[in-house]
């Protein structure tokens, strides 16, 4: 079934058809034609799906010794291989790209999230197209090809109506995409998209609405079509929900389903799922239980009332993740139905990087508070545990509990120097070619070899060009030797992987790994460290499966030049200028953009869905906003303009027949400015102007005016602004998503019910800085 060499150089797509066996005469009598076919995948080809979730590591599942119960994956293992050295990037966004071109992740520009791109080649953000997706192979080959759920590969400043849209899903080989962009999303008020047109959600949460059952029902549907429709032609299916990442929200029906099985804490987890996955040898024999970090508190040294929230937050993310388990039966159930599991290639990655840690030392209720620096304290779960995964919150489990889900080994996503942040369960099945079904490979693999494996069990060579634009070479290798019960024990053909995220890094070779965690800690948000002052360690991964064992000490020459090496795949790859910085890259204005340096900006009446990162500047910044608007004779309500939701925002509304400006600081603090009179009938002029204290200083307080044909009717105060991004879009004239206020949750998307005929932003100087001014104000306040 493998070949040993790969073949490169083809062209996509082929030539055109050429009517090389017409006959044309003078009438149809006396001609022949020679129709056009349709392109026809390789014989025998098999459907093709690819599993991605969220945020899980290596010992969340019980499929890999975990403690959540995950009976769909555990049902794949015993029909499939299941593998124990698979690695990802430590990230989302750069796991995804590899994912799909078969190539590292600065290779393709995605050294870090998009949110965070730099103007470098190896962290612009923007996959090249010179790095092809499988799906333009597949696409070219006869597929039909559908992508289902997160989407973290398109540019932070290239999401809105306006595109351009050359890395959109259509225009990278998929017919069909439903999803959100982005690397969260709200799992009851999601910011979908079907192809390139924005769309919301069918029903309330009230109603039974949740995204992962949403895309799930979609890619079922869309499968069942393409199979009535052609059954011959094999797809590709690529199934990314946005579970099990936060916010962790389970569907209400699913709510309480593991009350009570997590009040051992994250010490003892990690001791019991170590002992279980001993016991099912998803570990090597041998394999050491690393130790917790110091930086890690210890569960005992919370007390009894903190225990109970920590344990509930993980008792709700269990109950997240097995729903999102169900949902995955689901798909495996509607291919059997249809007769298509038997041939289908299915690959379960079980995580696109370590569990999180993104929820600070406690937990949190809003993730977005934590991410940006502004982690809240556990008192903030008083009176509140039992909202805990409910619409309006945004809640992420404590630091623990990822550690505790990456057992047995250290730290967790973002730390590429360490498993806990890299190595995922993966399962892998084919029941037509895979007969040492239930059996484990140890073999050490990187996610850049899915491409190059699907390409050699379908016999389709590496393409030279695709679209007229040479191809950079795939940089993984095939892991389809281990698909063979004779190839079970062979000797890995991934020889030398470097590793590398916000600063963290390693290089393995041939079983050795010279690694080094970097200054910043997973959980916090800002700052930089010396590289120079890095420590490196030495492990002989070979016998030393957890990276327990330190022997930098022991062979000096070996870690030195190991750490060589890294240098070299770093300028290789272009993994160079290394940048530990997180939240200081999140500016969009970072970003050029179509609003980059406008002062003036006239927003269309019914504008909608602007995304944050392709949006002009609204934190943080000096800005006036004006509405003219007409206002019917027995008066109006609605949302005028307003950027963000739930976990941040603001928004200018009217309500109850007063003009009003709410400002959402990560739902922990909230704060009104209300007309103390009745907004007059007919046309109307409506300003808002807001002053921050100090402009150059993130966070500061802030006033904020309103105006009313000219007469002064509010005036507040905002004590604290939200330093990095509000979280959802820029909306005028409703709030499309979740709501900046949860007094018109019931009334979304609360339209206003008057006309609007002109909105208009005026910005401040920070707002117009072009991309340089605003490294050099970086630079200058670091």
């Not at 066996?21 to 009598?29: D, N, Y």
């Not at 973002?414 to 239930?438: E, L």
């Amino acid at each position: 079934m493998t070949r040993t060499k790969r073949r490169v150089g083809t062209v996509l797509p082929r030539p055109e058809h050429r009517f090389r066996g017409a006959r044309v005469g003078m009438t149809i009598a006396d001609s022949e034609p020679d129709y056009p076919e349709l392109v026809k995948a390789p014989p025998s080809a098999p459907n093709i799906v690819i599993v991605l979730l969220d945020d899980a590591g290596y010992g969340v599942s019980s499929a890999f010794g975990g403690l959540v119960r995950t009976p769909a994956v555990e049902s794949l293992c015993q029909r499939g291989l299941q593998y124990c050295q698979f690695h990802t990037t430590a990230l989302c966004a750069p796991t995804r790209a590899s994912l799909l071109t078969g190539r590292n992740h600065h290779s393709v520009s995605s050294g870090v999230v998009a949110e965070m791109a730099t103007g470098f080649p190896g962290y612009a953000g923007i996959i090249p197209k010179s790095c092809g997706f499988i799906s333009e192979i597949l696409s070219h080959h006869g597929y039909a090809t559908g992508w289902w759920g997160k989407n973290h590969n398109v540019p932070d400043n290239r999401q809105s109506l306006a595109g351009p849209f050359e890395n959109w899903p259509h225009r990278r080989g998929f017919d069909y995409f439903y999803g959100f962009l982005g690397g969260m999303t709200d799992q009851f008020y999601p910011a979908l998209y079907r192809n390139t047109t924005p769309l919301g959600p069918a029903k309330t949460p009230q109603e039974g609405y949740h995204l992962t059952i949403d895309l799930a029902d979609d890619c079922i549907a869309w499968m069942r079509a393409q199979k009535a429709i052609a059954p011959d032609r094999p797809f590709f299916v690529h199934f990314a929900p946005g579970a099990v990442h936060g916010p962790h929200q389970p569907p209400l029906a699913w709510r309480g389903r593991n009350r009570g099985r997590f009040e051992l804490g994250w010490d003892r987890y990690r001791e019991e799922v170590y002992r279980r996955q001993l016991e099912l040898g998803v570990i090597a024999p041998g394999t050491q239980l690393t130790s917790r970090p110091p930086e890690i508190p210890a569960w005992d040294s919370f007390g009894a009332e903190e225990q109970q929230v920590l344990a509930r937050q993980m008792e709700n993310f269990a109950d997240f993740h097995e729903h999102t388990d169900y949902e995955i039966g689901r798909l495996v159930e509607a291919l059997e139905h249809m007769g298509e599991f038997e041939n289908t290639l299915f690959v379960y990655m079980l995580g696109d990087n370590g569990s999180s840690a993104e929820g600070g030392l406690t937990g949190t209720l809003n993730e977005s508070a934590s991410m940006q620096g502004n982690a809240p304290s556990i008192d903030t779960f008083r009176g509140r545990l039992d909202e805990l995964g409910l619409p309006g919150t945004s809640p992420h489990y404590a630091v623990g509990w990822a550690w505790a889900g990456d057992a047995p080994f250290k730290w967790v996503k973002q730390v590429a120097s360490h498993f806990g942040g890299t190595r995922n369960g993966m399962v892998v099945t084919w029941p037509s070619w895979i007969a040492d079904t239930g059996a484990r490979r140890f073999q050490f693999h990187h996610v850049i070899d899915i491409v190059p494996t699907i390409l050699d069990v379908l016999d389709i060579a590496e393409p030279a060009i695709i679209d007229g634009v040479a191809q950079k070479p795939i940089e993984g290798v095939s892991m389809a030797y281990t698909f063979d019960r004779e190839q079970a024990d062979a000797p890995s053909t991934h020889l030398t992987q470097y590793f590398e995220m916000l600063g963290n890094r390693a290089i393995y070779r041939d079983g050795w790994m010279a690694c080094c965690r970097h200054g910043r800690l997973p959980w916090q948000t800002s700052g930089s460290a010396p590289f120079e002052e890095d420590r490196w360690e030495l492990y002989n991964i070979a016998e030393d499966f957890s990276q327990a064992e330190d022997l930098a000490e022991r062979y000096p020459d070996l870690l030195r030049e190991l750490q060589d090496l890294f240098l070299v795949e770093a300028a290789r790859y272009e993994v160079l200028p290394l940048d530990d910085r997180f939240v200081e890259r999140s500016d969009v204005t970072l970003r050029p953009g179509f609003f980059t340096g406008r002062a003036v900006i006239r927003l269309a009446p019914g504008m909608t869905r602007l995304p944050e990162g392709s949006a002009p500047r609204m934190n943080n910044v000096d800005h006036v906003i004006s509405v003219t608007a007409d206002i019917p004779d027995d008066g109006a309500e609605g949302v005028l303009v307003c950027m963000g939701g739930d976990w941040a925002g603001w928004s200018l509304f009217v309500d109850s027949d007063r003009l009003r400006y709410h400002y959402n600081w990560y739902d922990l603090e909230r704060y009104d400015v209300i007309a103390d009179t009745p907004l007059p009938r007919g046309r109307i002029e409506i300003r808002l102007e807001f002053v921050c204290d100090d402009p150059q200083t993130r966070g500061q307080p802030a006033t904020v005016r309103l105006f009313c044909n000219e007469h002064l009717v509010a005036e507040g105060r905002i004590a604290r602004q939200v330093r990095g991004r509000f979280g959802e879009c820029l909306d005028v004239g409703e709030d499309t998503l979740s709501p900046v206020w949860g007094g018109y949750r019931d009334r979304l998307p609360f339209r206003f019910t008057g006309r609007i005929e002109r909105v208009e932003l005026e910005l401040g100087e920070a707002a117009e800085m072009t991309t340089g001014e605003v490294i050099e104000e970086q630079v200058r306040a670091d």
